[in-house]
């Protein structure tokens, strides 16, 4: 009885447990069926059409005019009349120098003509006095000339004693030191009591006229030339003033509000970098920008017949970027693509890798592999640019 009865529980393990493990295998098939079924996924096809991109550089800016105040006699500074960063104006008084030997020379020479001017009148009375015994036969005509030329010599040493003076004035009036431009003053070196000259290495202080500002940059060769064929003109002189409008970027990162103008370039190019140099102009009319800044300049250029795809549909792989096309049997194939970014954030300009017609996978990359097949369904740019989840990103 007993072995009887162990039979049967035995026999009925083995009809319980079957049913499970054929489940457990059937289940497996299904899932794995699954995995090999087509999932649907959004493509675009790719077109040509216009696009304008951003060329970037970095740049230095500086005023209008930056003039070196420096001294023209030397001495210790006796006033400073203004503080760093004052606007001022042109002719406005900035240091006063002082150095006593210059207002001394100033009343040597005033004496100086003093003295010329009473000798001038000796030697006048002398010719008037002359001239009637020389007209009446009394004393010979040499008597006369040799007066006349002893005023001319002392007219002349008058002459000189007031060229004397004018000289002296100057240097007394170089004490004073004005600004030559309107603008903003920098940094003060020299305190009060410093003594300087025009030897001093350092300038007393700069002023800036920032009503305009220069942007200096340095582009290469091959930029040069491109930034020459777009702009229309027969000279330089006139591509210059054909070129575009080109944007100030500040070190914020924030833009500034007005555009401004390549105006000259280098006449050759630089042999040490292999560069020209360009300076771009900007107004600056409320000086929110001083000199000193550094900034990017933005070049724009504008393409013709460019495809133009969504970043979401890229990948990067070891530095290099990569779309996944729609190809034979609805199988997916990475391409590799040169691509420039376009100012909305959210597309490229494919300059390479992708021709008009291409189907281009628009969702999904990043779990997609080379030689999936997929279901392809067709969407818009538009729609692409505006889902949910580009408004996310």
Do not use: W
């Amino acid at each position: 009885m007993l072995k009887k009865s162990t039979l049967i529980v035995v026999a009925s393990f083995f009809l319980f447990t079957l049913p499970i493990s054929c489940g457990k295998k059937d289940g497996k098939a299904g899932a794995a069926a699954q995995q090999q079924t087509p999932q649907p996924y959004k493509y675009i096809v790719a077109e040509q059409g216009p696009a304008t991109i951003f060329r970037t550089y970095p740049a230095r800016l500086e005023g209008k005019q930056n003039i070196e105040i420096r001294p023209k006699v030397d001495g210790f500074i006796d006033e400073i009349y203004v503080d760093e960063g004052a606007y001022v104006r042109k002719g406005q008084a900035l240091f006063k120098i002082r150095n006593p030997q210059y207002e001394q020379s100033v009343r040597v020479q005033e004496a100086a003509i003093k003295s010329a001017q009473a000798e001038v009148a000796t030697a006048q009375m002398q010719v008037t006095k002359t001239k009637p015994l020389v007209d009446k036969g009394i004393i010979s005509k040499y008597e006369l000339e040799s007066a006349v030329l002893a005023l001319k010599a002392k007219q002349a040493n008058l002459a000189q004693a007031q060229a004397n003076l004018t000289n002296a004035r100057v240097n007394e009036a170089y004490t004073y030191i004005n600004s030559p431009v309107e603008g903003y003053v920098g940094s003060l070196p020299y305190r009060h009591g410093s003594y300087v000259s025009s030897a001093t290495a350092e300038p007393l202080t700069t002023v800036s006229n920032i009503s305009s500002i220069y942007a200096y940059f340095s582009i290469n060769e091959k930029e040069q030339l491109e930034f020459l064929k777009q702009s229309p003109g027969e000279s330089v002189t006139e591509k210059l003033k054909n070129s575009p409008a080109v944007n100030l970027i500040l070190s914020d990162g924030t833009e500034y509000n007005q555009k401004g103008k390549v105006e000259s370039m280098s006449g050759q190019v630089d042999p040490q970098t292999g560069s020209f140099m360009m300076r771009a102009t900007f107004a600056n009319e409320n000086g929110l920008i001083r000199s000193g800044y550094s900034a990017q300049i933005q070049i724009p250029t504008y393409l013709e017949n460019v495809i133009i795809i969504p970043q979401s549909a890229t990948y990067d792989m070891q530095g290099k970027i990569f779309v996944y096309v729609v190809g034979k049997d609805n199988k997916v194939v990475s391409q590799e693509v040169t691509v420039n970014p376009l100012p909305d954030g959210q597309t490229y300009a494919v300059s390479s890798g992708l021709k008009p017609g291409d189907k281009v996978v628009v969702e999904g990359v990043g779990i997609l592999r080379e030689g999936a097949e997929i279901v392809p369904k067709e969407t818009s740019m538009k729609a692409v640019l505006t889902s949910p989840e580009a408004a996310q990103k």
